[in-house]
């Protein structure tokens, strides 16, 4: 599609998309992220005209492997070790300040 029949986002589109954001856009910004959002659009619509039919499919450009360790089971910190550093413990269990209100009447 050429530029000319490109789609483009209109002054009140951006307004509107900040808008459902809830941004604080001024008219100087909405006018600079229209162009911006324009341009980025053209490059997306060029991209577009390339052939990819003979391009397979990948997930990953690089020829490389997971970076990933084999799982293995090792020895844990003792209770008490870990409990040693807490402000304050309840048995097994790290006490912390409560963060869920509770409804009285419910």
Do not use: C, W, Y
């Not at 459902?20 to 060029?46: C, I, P, W, Y």
């Not at 084999?70 to 550093?85: I, M, R, T």
């Amino acid at each position: 599609m050429s530029e000319n029949n490109q789609k483009k986002l209109s002054v009140d589109d951006v307004r509107q998309v900040g808008h459902l954001s809830r941004l604080a856009l001024t008219e100087s910004e909405v006018e600079r992220l229209t162009n911006d959002l324009n341009v980025l659009l053209g490059h997306f619509e060029q991209l577009r005209e390339i052939d990819t039919t003979e391009v397979p499919p990948t997930f990953q450009v690089l020829d490389s492997a997971d970076a990933l360790r084999a799982d293995e089971v090792l020895p844990s910190l003792a209770v008490e070790q870990v409990l040693s550093n807490a402000p304050d413990a309840d048995g097994p269990f790290f006490v912390v300040p409560r963060i869920v209100e509770t409804d009285s009447a419910g």
